[in-house]
């Protein structure tokens, strides 16, 4: 009966298009919000739904930015503290994008749960919540916190400042912060302990005023979209090595301790290269490979706006076209060090061609990697526990930019604690959480919240 109630909930979770990265959504985005603040509630919890400032579009119009629900469940001097962050809004998803179920009604196939938010991160949170609830029916041994914000997916707009604002109340009796978005590496658990962080790169190179004709221009100019492409096929050479000078002075050397734990993590080659339609990785053995997609900085070029990208033949010369990549960063870079590197980098090299057209490169913000001291996630045998399978100690080759946060401004224990499997498809089509994942996870949850006060 249990589990049925707790997959209803789901059902009803994913049928919210709770979508952040779509102003017309944003109403959706806030029922969300609204939906969980009454979970939370019927859990006894007292939840504070702060207001944050509005949100600028493009356009210059402001909306409003969702409410953060900060709750507290139980509080007792005697208890540690555990916070749970997760998020509410999700990716945009369409049928028409290539699903093979309704990406907002929640799908149940091969002991899988099809939707999107099953596993980022409706579905993990809720396995929090069900976990709490199940301990209720005695009591609950730790004071709980929750934090669940809406617009993760477009990088947490006004969250880095409430979190500095209620440092010294919300979070003051917090003694750890329970990320419950991450996902493993196989169908062995894992439990993340860094990640990398990020800078996104604009290059724009302009050439004339408006677009131009091949016929009439081609050979008699400096194209713009050739000299964006002499730069992108600068930034790293056919090995996958960035060739941007110092980029890997700051990258902290691997230790014998941590050589060992890629031996022991589970992930197989064949099986993900068929998954996706791979030939082959440059790199020949899984330790290598996890290296690299985790603990070394990468380069990878996204797309270039202002191009003709339709189908058909069109000869035209762009008059301006910007090129889109990005770099993913581990400790210990900084992003601003890392900002000013490309850009020399990059107005070095179009000096060197002597092109008569403008280049201007920016950065979004960028996020810092983040990296937890191995010896805290001393919690990893729960796993064993619920799954009969001990726990793989693994670093994320993406971002999860509030784990660093949290840990630069509050100094709490930081713990990533995801259910997500390794091939949820979080981001893409046909996200899935499997039941069996959501269903133990839910006990996973349950066993650590009481192990946390016997610590």
């Known amino acids: 009966t249990f589990n049925f109630l707790i997959l209803q909930r789901l059902k009803d979770w994913v049928a919210i298009e709770s979508v952040s990265t779509d102003p017309e959504k944003r109403h959706l985005v806030i029922n969300m919000m609204l939906l969980a603040e009454e979970r939370i509630r019927k859990l006894g919890g007292t939840v504070e739904m702060v207001d944050l400032d509005m949100q600028e579009l493009p356009n210059g119009n402001k909306i409003s930015l ?12 005697k208890k540690p ?22 990406p907002y009604i929640l799908t149940e196939k091969n002991g899988n749960l099809y939707g999107r938010g099953a596993s980022d991160d409706k579905g993990q949170v809720l396995a929090v919540l069900n976990a709490i609830e199940a301990l209720q029916k005695h009591e609950l041994p730790v004071n709980v916190k929750i934090l669940l914000e809406g617009m993760e997916e477009v990088g947490s707009i006004g969250l880095n400042t409430l979190v500095k604002q209620r440092n010294s109340t919300f979070f003051s009796d917090v003694d750890y912060i329970v990320v419950t978005d991450s996902a493993w590496l196989s169908n062995k658990p894992g439990i993340t302990y860094g990640t990398r962080g990020i800078c996104y790169f604009f290059v724009e190179i302009e050439c004339a005023k408006r677009d131009l004709h091949s016929g009439s221009f081609g050979g008699i ?8 492409i002499f730069l992108l096929n600068t930034l790293v050479d056919s090995s996958g090595h960035i060739l941007i000078p110092g980029i890997y002075e700051a990258v902290v050397p691997l230790t014998e301790k941590e050589k060992k ?12 290269m068929a998954k ?10 899984k330790e290598e490979l996890l290296m690299q997609r985790s603990r070394y900085p990468s ?10 990208s339709a189908p058909g033949a069109k000869t035209v010369i762009p008059a301006k076209v910007t090129g889109k990549f990005s770099v993913m960063l581990v400790p210990n870079m900084e992003p601003s060090v890392v900002k000013k590197q490309v850009t020399d980098y990059l107005n070095k090299k179009f000096t060197e061609l002597n092109s008569p057209n403008s280049i201007k490169v920016t950065s979004d913000t960028g996020s810092k990697p983040w990296l937890s001291d191995i010896n805290e996630t001393h919690l990893c045998y729960l796993h064993s526990l619920v799954f009969g399978k001990d ?11 509030i784990a660093t946060h949290f840990q630069e401004v509050t100094r709490k224990s930081i713990m990533l604690l995801g259910i997500g499997g390794p091939d ?16 133990e996870g839910t006990k996973l949850y349950a066993a650590f919240l009481q192990e946390l006060a016997t610590v």
């Open 66 to 77: 969702p409410p953060v629900i900060l709750a507290n469940i139980v509080k007792d001097p």
């Open 424 to 439: 949820d498809a979080s981001h893409g089509q046909d996200e899935k959480i499997s039941r069996y994942n959501f269903i």
């Open 81 to 102: 503290t555990v916070c749970f962050y997760g998020h509410m809004d999700v990716q945009p998803a369409k049928i028409e994008d290539g699903w093979s179920t309704e």
């Open 391 to 401: 726990a793989d100690m693994i670093r994320a080759g993406g971002t999860i930019p």
């Open 276 to 285: 996706y339609g791979l030939e082959e990785f440059r790199n020949k053995t």
């Open 299 to 308: 380069l990878s070029i996204h797309g270039i706006e202002g191009a003709f």
């Open 221 to 228: 100019l400096h194209e713009a979209m050739n000299d964006l």
């Open 261 to 272: 734990l890629y031996e022991g993590i589970e992930y197989d080659l064949d099986q993900i």
